[in-house]
T-cell receptor, first 112, second 116 residues
Framework: AQSVAQPEDQVNVAEGNPLTVKCTYSVSGNPYLFWYVQYPNRGLQFLLKYITGDNLVKGSYGFEAEFNKSQTSFHLKKPSALVSDSALYFCAVKGSWGKLQFGAGTQVVVTP | KAGVTQTPRYLIKTRGQQVTLSCSPISGHRSVSWYQQTPGQGLQFLFEYFSETQRNKGNFPGRFSGRQFSNSRSEMNVSTLELGDSALYLC???????????????FGEGSRLTVL
């Protein structure tokens, strides 16, 4: 069985500070890992994905994520957060079974 | 090009009624997936269609059904509505052979269903 966990319901960060949103996963075989963002009353938007290759993946809006196989993690990072980054962030994993499974989501609040 | 379009955006129904939601994928996309989003359960996978065939199905009761047409547009239906069906229903399309193959799903804005 595959699963994905986002251990933090909410992350609070001041504007300009680094932002990290945590994600760990469990999957059979090689994982496909994704991050999506959801703004209020909107659908989800794709941020980035890891399929294979370099462990550091760069995505939209200055976000990046680091794949760590030994820790089965795929944390989302941004060096300098903006107030406009306040949103709900979802980590997702796809294993050999083929279904994309989402984490519970982490609410990011960036204060001015 | 146009994104994923879902209609209606908002609707209110009463218990026992049924509802049909529509999704038009991005032009050229052949895979459509449906998700239910609630504050308590998060994002729950409903089903996925590819070329008019259901490829994957989540753990929902038979009251939840869907279909896909030859033009890739999809509909989902919920019969005998319950209060717990109140949720944001999201449709996502993909250009891959299967909606889950690449994982890069393109989501619509959702249909917010309220059951009274």
């Amino acid at each position: 069985a595959q699963s994905v966990a986002q251990p933090e319901d909410q992350v609070n960060v001041a504007e300009g500070n680094p932002l990290t949103v945590k994600c760990t996963y469990s999957v059979s075989g090689n994982p496909y890992l994704f991050w999506y963002v959801q703004y209020p009353n909107r659908g989800l938007q794709f941020l980035l994905k890891y399929i294979t290759g370099d462990n550091l993946v760069k995505g939209s809006y200055g976000f990046e994520a680091e794949f760590n196989k030994s820790q089965t993690s795929f944390h989302l990072k941004k060096p300098s957060a903006l107030v406009s980054d306040s949103a709900l962030y979802f980590c997702a994993v796809k294993g050999s079974w083929g279904k994309l499974q989402f984490g519970a989501g982490t609410q990011v609040v960036v204060t001015p | 090009k146009a994104g994923v379009t879902q209609t209606p955006r908002y609707l209110i129904k009463t218990r026992g009624q049924q509802v049909t939601l529509s999704c038009s994928p991005i032009s050229g996309h052949r895979s459509v997936s449906w998700y239910q989003q609630t504050p308590g359960q998060g994002l729950q996978f409903l089903f996925e269609y590819f070329s008019e065939t259901q490829r994957n199905k989540g753990n929902f009761p038979g009251r939840f059904s869907g279909r896909q047409f030859s033009n890739s547009r999809s509909e989902m239906n919920v019969s005998t509505l319950e209060l717990g069906d109140s949720a944001l229903y999201l449709c996502a399309s993909s250009s891959g052979r299967g909606g889950q193959d690449t994982g890069e799903l393109f989501f619509g804005e959702g249909s917010r269903l309220t059951v009274l």
